[in-house]
């Protein structure tokens, strides 16, 4: 009779732990299903690295000092 009531116990204790669970995995099932709105991509950010380097470039050679001629 005890064994049973710490069966049940123990039952009754894992119930919330399994939905908890259970709403955890679906919260991440739903982060993966936007993955293709996750935001700014890897890709973008290089892209617009890149462009930054290339208006500096650009900037360094149109604002630089002319040479000094002798």
Do not use: E, N, W
Not at 10 to 39: C, E
């Amino acid at each position: 009779m005890l064994i049973a009531y710490i069966y049940i116990l123990a039952y009754i204790g894992f119930i919330p732990k399994l939905k908890k669970k259970k709403t955890f995995q679906d919260m991440l099932r739903r982060r993966r299903s936007r993955k293709g709105d996750a935001g700014f991509s890897l890709t973008f950010a290089a892209f617009a690295g890149i462009i930054g380097l290339l208006v500096g470039l650009l900037m360094s050679l149109i604002f630089s000092s002319p040479p000094a001629t002798a």
